[in-house]
């Protein structure tokens, strides 16, 4: 167990080190920790290694002139140059946010940029201003579309997030894939076998090899098979991808850039790096906002009230199990699996840090 300020002013440190100025590397720390608070684990400290090889592999620019390529009251197209998405990604939101607050919504398509952690904390930006957020990313091809053994989209996450009044917010972030890379990695590290149709074999046979990736595997999109609707799932990625991608001027498919530095981005690319598309909308651009809010509230508690199943103890609310994982890991610490934890002592040796 490490203390969440421990575990973030290491963080910040790496990033400092790697040449990040100090606003840039505060809040990839904040971005990156937010995953290990919200039990995101695939997605926060345990990256941070990944991150720091695609530095020294020339694929991220630590300092870059994030600029607006094109724009509308209402929209913008964002080049990252080549930064950390992790800070990419949140200023790309400030502008939707903005705009936003101008004309009612504001959508912002980002170019040229990298992993941008967890979906949830971006859309979660928007809470604070009274606004609903939205945040898509596409990412490394892994998944393959239903009846296909080919990889060509990324598990390309989904987050929105929708304020209210006296209950805690409304945030879904869920992966279109049926399960996320990072969790496969955390099955790997432990050892375990992954539940069936979460990945199939390069044949296209389901399988519950954990490592199956490395053997020419592919994940499967939320649903598993025809069956069982990863029709859906394929199409919900589908749209990531061109909403991120194809709208911004990104590569999109099987041309995204791989997260781990050990492989090569295509050498043919569609577009600039990987892609993210934010959005925001102003509640008082549709309805008084105190109105919707308690709306949202009855929504909630509606939910909640639902009669549940045998040996189920309620309806969970998306963003609950998060919540309460935040609560819990603020005050005990942030658990880390060994692997992790000698990852993170090698960085701590590699720049001259105490972890």
Sequence with gaps: ?????????????????????PKDAKLAA?????????????HGVARLSGYVRLWEAGRINVKPKMRIV????????VDGDGGLGLVIAPRAMDIAIGKADQVGTGWVSVKNSNHFGIAGYHAMEALSSNMIG???TNASPLVAPTFSTERMLGTNPIAV?????????FVADFATASAANGKLEILQRKEKKAPLGWIQTKEGHKTTNANELKEGGALLPLGSDKTHGSHKGYALASI????SAVLSGANYGPWVPPFV????????????????????????????ADEFKEHMDNWI????????????????????????????????????????????????????LKL
């Design 1 to 21: 167990m490490y203390p969440y300020r421990q575990l973030f002013n290491f963080t910040e440190e790496v990033f400092l080190s790697m040449g990040c100025p």
């Design 161 to 169: 997030a929708v304020p209210t009044a006296k209950n805690p917010p």
């Design 70 to 77: 094109h724009e509308t009251p209402s929209t913008a197209t």
């Design 301 to 352: 508690d509606t939910f909640r009230a639902a009669k549940v199943k045998k040996g189920e103890k309620a309806v969970l609310i998306p963003g609950d199990p998060e919540r309460e994982m935040t609560e819990k890991r603020l005050k005990n610490g942030i658990p880390l699996l060994a692997p992790v934890e000698r990852d993170l002592e090698t960085l701590a040796k590699k720049f001259k």
């Design 134 to 136: 939205i945040a898509m």
């Design 240 to 243: 990531v991808d061109i909403f």
């Design 30 to 42: 904040e971005v990156l920790l937010e995953a290990d608070l919200r039990g995101v684990d695939s």
């Design 261 to 288: 530095s050990f492989l090569n981005p295509p050498t043919d690319p569609v577009g600039q790096g990987i892609g993210h598309f934010l959005g925001a909308m102003r509640i008082d651009a549709f309805r008084p």
